[in-house]
């Protein structure tokens, strides 16, 4: 009996995979030993990830359980989204943002690790789970181009792209823009935050024409949500572009 071709496809296939395991072999995403499976975390690390799961609140993702707050259920609100709704319309991250999510966040941002896309965005996948059945389109938070040229690329572009692929959603990358540079936010309080992001981005009103930002239902993707400052002033931006709605999901956030 001959070989058939779908047969000698996935030989070659297989040796093909053998080979670049071989060449490439691939590394925790945390502290980059070495693991046995593609796009994998080591035993270590993932013991050291903590991943947000229900209850949550409904508009900012915020977790009850992990906060100590049991008596709080699905459908409720935080106490920070009962004073004042946030500009975004939900959001919702995959992990804690602590010394084991940073450990990943740098490394994809600054370590050249881009190799760590397909993990991250499936935990993406996985976060923003509700949200894909009506949306339109996914946008990154845009980088200055000063800092895109320094980092080669944008961490949240690489995640949209994959999250698009993976969703079937469009995503686009430059119809949101950071038209001047902010300083970095780490240390500033939620005020000066608000202050740092206030006008920093801006709509290109041809490319929304061409894709139809207008009453379109936009999911947000970034790296981490602190105070939401960031988050805000994007959906501020987008919806006053007509936006329907502006949904977001990031790798991490802090909970307090
Ligand atoms: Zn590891
Ligand atoms: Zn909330």
Not at 6 to 33: F, H
Request: aromatic content about 6%.
């Amino acid at each position: 009996m001959g070989i058939l071709p779908a047969q000698i496809g996935r030989i070659v296939g297989n040796v093909m995979q053998i080979g670049l395991r071989t060449v490439l072999p691939p590394r925790c995403g945390g502290c980059g030993a070495i693991t046995d499976t593609v796009h994998a975390v080591c035993a270590d690390c993932w013991a050291g990830l903590r991943f947000i799961s229900d209850p949550l609140c409904a508009c900012c993702g915020y977790p009850f359980e992990l906060a100590g707050d049991d008596d709080a259920g699905d459908g409720f609100l935080c106490g920070e989204c009962l004073r004042k709704s946030p500009a975004f319309d939900a959001a919702r991250a995959a992990l804690v943002y602590d010394n084991g999510s940073r450990d990943y966040l740098l490394r994809f941002k600054h370590g050249d690790r881009t190799d760590l896309t397909p993990l991250l965005s499936r935990w993406l996948l996985l976060a923003g789970q509700d949200f894909w059945g009506d949306a339109d389109l996914i946008i990154p938070v845009p980088l200055h181009r000063t800092r895109l040229l320094m980092r080669r690329y944008n961490q949240s572009g690489l995640l949209a792209a994959s999250l698009s692929r993976q969703t079937g959603i469009a995503w686009h990358g430059t119809v949101l823009r950071r038209l001047r540079k902010t300083r970095s936010l780490g240390g500033l309080g939620p005020s000066s935050r608000k202050r740092e992001v206030g006008g920093a981005f801006g709509v290109d009103d041809r490319i929304a024409a061409r894709i139809g930002l207008a009453g379109a239902r936009v999911v947000l993707i970034d790296d981490v949500l602190t105070t939401g400052a960031t988050a805000n002033a994007c959906a501020r931006i987008l919806k006053r572009a007509g936006a329907m709605q502006v949904r977001l999901i990031t790798v991490a956030r802090v909970v307090r």
